[in-house]
């Protein structure tokens, strides 16, 4: 990836947006959570946990398994559900034209399920966009084709239901509640009437009050009891009419404003371009009035050029269209606004955008981008993996999420052509494309079976099984100037357990993560260590968010000593310099990054070293790459003051070659502004 994006500097422990990790400020760690599971709906209905392929229950209409999933979502809310709430998941059968919103445990079992639309009739599963705020689920259906499948806003109220006190047999329906705040034409679904007639999606007219009438097409039985989950809002602009909201999609805001974009109104198909937020802390009061803790409107950017998605990075939230990029700024104690960051690589996928606690990276024509505290886009790579992507992916129809636990954005893949071309008619997606930040790296997944929807759900106390035991440790080998392997024995070898391995100079106190292994694995190759130089390791055994104690096997190995000078080492590099940094202002740290004259030789190792003393003997390796890239970057976020020393060493097959000095040593990292 040439090292475009990095963000190991960056404490990820949640996300905002469409596909939301953290139910409160700050998120779940992965102590606090003893699972994050990443959901996966599959035809008909199924949801998987990875690694350990977790089997819930199957979403139904009552009757039979739903065609399709279309989308999972973290939701900790119990209400009066009865049991804890750990994420609500939606299902859609085509034939009848209806989408169903199911409200699962801690385990994955359906706690209750409502139907929420009945009259879909786009051909494809809807693409939902939703997050958890004030204790309630809020979401919209995108239907990626006419603007008429678009649907209003909705949301879930797992608690404080509108019990049905009495009703009557004549049509309409009279429903008598205790000051219900409806007004005419919104919709209700009720569920669990003694009269199955009354379950079901409907649109009220208000009476008074306490009352209001529902159509249900003719008399029958009188009901006495029942339940109100889900309402759909409306909206007032310019002081004219109401009219359903019709949204592409929403996001969270700072946490406590909810944008809606991709439409005015549902009589307006030409208004893409308009933004709209509700009464700041009141999601459901969208009339506009001149204060900057009311609700409003904006075009955004051109008009007629339409948002596609939008998410958090950071304090600013990307609006994203596919040649203008926005980062919204703005709360409810100052007027909002938005700045153009940027006018290439926007996204092309509602569903597509999925967000960090400090960035927001979405699918583009061109493959992933990323923005960074509301910062320029960039394009996560250039590399031939995500060059092919346009070539025989729908990048239109891809789903993303955040997997905050190991720190990663996954994205689903639906082929359009196969490796040869040949056109390709898939409905659903069958790989995963993902991210890992923490890596640096992309790469690319097969599925158990085709989805069309990926997401979390969250759990405390979950009582899933963690690892048993701890790892035993094998003597060394394969030990080569810079290499070497560890051996190990787990005690635990369950599918889904996983091994995680640290490394330090012997010594000294600060532990560097050298990678991991999966389960089955006996081995871990250790590469980019300084020749003749003892190392401590250490390795922790990780299943469902949990781990084993650390084991330590000190003055493990020690790398061999460098050739005498009578191999064919490489040159020493030219022009070292460090080219600048990047500055993490809120916590007073950088990231540095150190140039050199690229040197094309295939295969060539660059090495980066540090210290904060002018003493290459005790220098720590930091940073391995290819010599023709020509710069690398110290990923360990140095403070404000701090005075540090670089060099730099090619490595070939003989061995490491001279190390030259930074023209800058020694360097100071002033945060204070940008440089």
Not at 101 to 112: A, K, M, P, S, V
Not at 424 to 442: S, T
């Amino acid at each position: 990836m040439g090292g475009q994006v990095q963000l190991a500097n960056i404490p990820l422990i949640g996300h905002g947006g469409e596909q939301n990790a953290a139910g409160y400020a700050g998120g779940f760690t992965p102590s606090q959570v003893r699972r994050l599971v990443n959901g996966i709906i599959v035809a008909p209905g199924t949801i998987y946990q990875k690694p350990d392929w977790l089997l819930a229950e199957t979403l139904t209409d009552g009757a039979v398994e739903l065609e399709g999933g279309c989308g999972v979502f973290p939701f900790a809310t119990q209400g009066d559900a009865s049991d804890a709430s750990a994420g609500v998941a939606f299902g859609f059968s085509l034939d009848a034209d209806t989408v169903y919103l199911f409200q699962l445990d801690e385990n994955h079992n359906i706690l209750r399920q409502f139907l929420i639309e009945d009259t879909w009739t786009a051909a494809v599963p809807p693409q939902i966009t939703g997050f958890e705020m004030e204790y309630k689920f809020f979401f919209t259906l995108y239907g990626q084709e006419a603007a008429s499948s678009r649907k209003g806003m909705g949301y879930f109220d797992p608690a404080g239901t509108l019990a049905i006190v009495s009703s009557n047999s004549a049509d309409p329906v009279n429903i008598q509640v205790t000051a219900h705040g409806l007004e005419t034409g919104d919709r209700i679904v009720i569920a669990g009437s003694d009269a199955g007639i009354y379950d079901g999606l409907h649109t009220i007219t208000k009476v008074d009050a306490n009352n209001f009438t529902i159509n249900i097409g003719g008399p029958g039985d009188s009901s006495t009891n029942g339940a109100i989950y889900v309402v759909y809002p409306e909206f007032a602009f310019d002081g004219g009419s109401r009219s359903t909201l019709r949204f592409r999609g929403i996001a969270k805001h700072r946490g406590g404003t909810i944008l809606g974009w991709g439409y005015r109104h549902e009589n307006d198909p030409d208004r893409g371009a308009f933004l709209r937020w509700c009464r700041y802390t009141e999601p459901l009061t969208w009339a506009a009035d001149a204060t900057g803790v009311s609700a409003g409107f904006t075009i955004i950017g051109t008009p007629g050029l339409e948002i596609v998605a939008a998410g958090p990075s950071g304090r600013a939230t990307i609006i994203g269209k596919e040649t203008e990029i926005y980062a919204f700024e703005g709360d409810y104690s100052e007027e909002f606004g938005a700045d153009l960051i940027g006018s290439a690589h926007g996204p092309v996928s509602t569903t597509g955008l999925a967000s960090g606690s400090d960035f927001a990276a979405w699918m583009s024509n061109e493959g992933p981008a990323v923005s960074v505290h509301g910062s320029k886009p960039e394009l996560l790579s250039t590399n031939r993996l995500v060059r092919r992507l346009s070539n025989w992916i729908d990048l239109r129809k891809c789903w993303a999420v955040y997997d905050s636990v190991n720190e990663r954005v996954l994205w689903l893949l639906r082929r359009t052509a196969d490796d040869d071309g040949n056109p390709l008619a898939l409905p659903y997606a069958d790989q995963v494309l993902i991210w890992d930040h923490r890596r640096d790296a992309l790469y690319v997944e097969n599925l158990p079976t085709m989805c069309f929807a990926i997401g979390v759900t969250k759990g405390p106390a979950l009582a899933q099984p963690g690892p048993t035991g701890t790892l035993t440790f094998g003597p060394a080998s394969g030990i080569t100037q810079s290499e070497f392997t560890i051996n190990f024995t787990p005690d635990d070898t369950s599918p889904g357990v996983t091994y995680e391995f640290q490394a330090r100079v012997n010594g000294t106190t600060e532990w560097e993560p050298i990678g991991g292994e999966p389960s089955g694995a006996t081995t871990h190759r250790v590469a980019g260590r300084v020749a003749n130089t003892e190392y401590d390791v250490r390795g922790r055994q990780v299943r469902n968010g949990q781990v084993s104690a650390f084991v330590e096997e000190l003055s493990y190995a020690t790398t061999l000593a460098e050739p005498d000078g009578t191999g064919n080492l490489p040159p020493a590099p030219a022009n070292v310099r460090v080219l600048g940094q990047t500055n993490d202002l809120a916590n007073l740290r950088a990231t540095v990054e150190v140039g050199w004259t690229p040197n094309f030789t295939p295969n060539l190792k660059a090495n980066l070293y540090f210290n904060t003393a002018n003493n290459f003997s005790t220098a720590t390796l930091v940073r391995q790459t290819l010599a023709r890239y020509g710069a690398a970057l110290d990923n360990a976020p140095r403070s404000h003051g701090s005075v540090v020393y670089y060099w730099v060493a090619f490595q070939n097959t003989d061995g490491v070659g001279p190390h030259t000095a930074s023209a800058n040593n020694p360097f100071t990292i002033v945060v204070t502004e940008e440089l």
